[in-house]
């Protein structure tokens, strides 16, 4: 494999990481604060459906983010209301938000474009372009660092920047600040926070509405910059794919980064058949056969927040 080579599987694995740390960051809120979020995928198929339909009828990419955080915060607070306000099981709820996403965006596409539960082609403006970074092209010719800038750091849409950023951003929210402390106190041990006279509810609420956010921002990208519109499950299974990673990174930010960036690695080699000499079916199974090890327990042993997935009942 030359140095070119290279380069082009580092750009895919960041394009293609993307949406799935977006989804792990908006488990990671979620679940720290003790609300497992089964329904990531649900999310970003309604945000991508939603973006994508917007974006291609005004012919503006920001109309389509504002439409695709709307859509994932409607299915937040559908998801909040049955396993926060009625105490609903969390893994049910997430599971049927997945079904009802799924077949509902497929079926508005249909009724709306009739081009086979997809929507148009986005033009230009309905896209989140590429955006080159200051100095990208005077360093080009710089042997090394200079293509690696020019060519995987720079040239990634906004969005692009944007996760990467809420990287840091979530780290210092949940471990420098009062509001994280709360929240991952929520997950730990509701009660204590509850005879501190704070609202489990309004903090479970606040995260599950931050992992809307994430979630729209994630079903965006695919509709809006990875690719030029909706399309039908386009989501792939990247919502389970970032469980996985959640799980891998130990419910750690900066954990996430990295264990996102593995998966894309996996899914860039898998669109590279001409590098690795193994059977492109064998390929293109690599980013699931890893969600399973993840799963299975591979990674050493991960500890979840202890009251992750319960109720809180508060005591009279």
Same mark, same amino acid.
């Given at each position: 494999?030359?140095?070119?080579?290279?380069?082009?599987?580092?750009?895919?694995?960041?394009?293609?990481?993307?949406?799935?740390?977006?989804?792990?960051?908006?488990?990671?809120?979620?679940? /720290? @604060?003790?609300?497992?979020?089964?329904?990531?995928?649900?999310?970003?198929?309604?945000?991508?459906?939603?973006?994508?339909?917007? #974006?291609?009828?005004?012919?503006?990419?920001?109309?389509?983010?504002? #439409?695709?955080?709307?859509?994932?915060?409607?299915?937040?607070?559908?998801?909040?209301? @049955?396993?926060?306000?009625?105490?609903?099981?969390?893994?049910?709820s997430g599971v049927a938000l997945n079904f009802l996403a799924s077949g509902m965006t497929v079926?508005?596409?249909? &009724?709306?474009?009739?081009?086979?539960?997809?929507?148009?082609?986005?033009?230009?403006?309905?896209?989140?372009?590429?955006?080159?970074?200051?100095?990208?092209? @005077? %360093?080009?010719?710089?042997?090394?660092?200079?293509?690696?800038?020019?060519? %995987?750091?720079?040239?990634?849409?906004?969005?692009?920047?944007?996760?990467?950023?809420?990287?840091?951003?979530?780290?210092?929210?949940?471990?420098?600040?009062?509001?994280?402390? /709360?929240?991952?106190?929520?997950?730990?041990?509701?009660? #204590?926070?509850?005879?501190?006279?704070?609202?489990?509810?309004?903090?479970?609420? &606040?995260?599950?509405?931050? &992992?809307?956010?994430?979630?729209?921002?994630?079903?965006?990208?695919? #509709?809006?910059?990875?690719?030029?519109?909706?399309?039908?499950?386009?989501?792939?299974?990247?919502?389970?794919?970032?469980?996985?990673?959640?799980?891998? &990174?130990?419910? /750690?930010?900066?954990?996430?980064?990295?264990?996102?960036?593995?998966?894309?690695?996996?899914?860039?080699?898998?669109?590279?058949?001409?590098?690795?000499?193994?059977?492109?079916?064998?390929?293109? @199974?690599?980013?699931?056969?890893?969600?399973?090890?993840?799963?299975?327990?591979?990674?050493?042993?991960?500890?979840?927040?202890?009251?992750?997935?319960?109720?809180?009942?508060?005591? /009279?």
């Amino acid at each position: 494999m030359d140095y070119a080579t290279l380069l082009q599987i580092l750009d895919s694995t960041i394009r293609l990481a993307v949406p799935l740390l977006l989804a792990c960051l908006a488990g990671l809120w979620s679940e /720290r @604060a003790g609300v497992f979020d089964i329904g990531l995928e649900g999310k970003m198929l309604v945000a991508a459906f939603a973006s994508g339909a917007v #974006a291609y009828i005004t012919g503006s990419a920001w109309a389509g983010l504002a #439409a695709g955080i709307g859509a994932a915060l409607v299915w937040a607070v559908l998801h909040g209301i @049955a396993s926060i306000t009625f105490r609903g099981n969390q893994l049910i709820s997430g599971v049927a938000l997945n079904f009802l996403a799924s077949g509902m965006t497929v079926l508005v596409a249909q &009724a709306a474009f009739s081009q086979g539960g997809r929507t148009p082609a986005l033009s230009s403006s309905g896209r989140f372009n590429e955006v080159t970074l200051p100095f990208a092209d @005077a %360093v080009r010719e710089v042997p090394v660092i200079g293509p690696l800038y020019a060519d %995987v750091i720079s040239g990634h849409s906004l969005l692009v920047y944007l996760a990467v950023l809420a990287v840091p951003a979530t780290w210092w929210v949940l471990l420098r600040t009062r509001f994280g402390l /709360r929240l991952r106190a929520v997950g730990e041990n509701p009660a #204590a926070v509850d005879t501190a006279g704070v609202s489990v509810t309004r903090l479970r609420f &606040a995260a599950v509405l931050i &992992a809307g956010v994430l979630c729209g921002i994630a079903g965006t990208y695919l #509709a809006t910059a990875l690719q030029a519109g909706f399309g039908r499950e386009m989501t792939a299974g990247r919502g389970y794919i970032a469980l996985a990673a959640l799980i891998f &990174a130990k419910w /750690r930010p900066w954990g996430a980064l990295w264990a996102t960036l593995l998966f894309g690695f996996f899914q860039a080699i898998a669109l590279r058949p001409d590098v690795v000499p193994i059977p492109v079916a064998a390929l293109e @199974a690599l980013p699931y056969v890893l969600t399973v090890l993840v799963l299975a327990g591979f990674v050493g042993k991960a500890i979840p927040p202890r009251a992750g997935g319960e109720p809180y009942v508060k005591e /009279r």
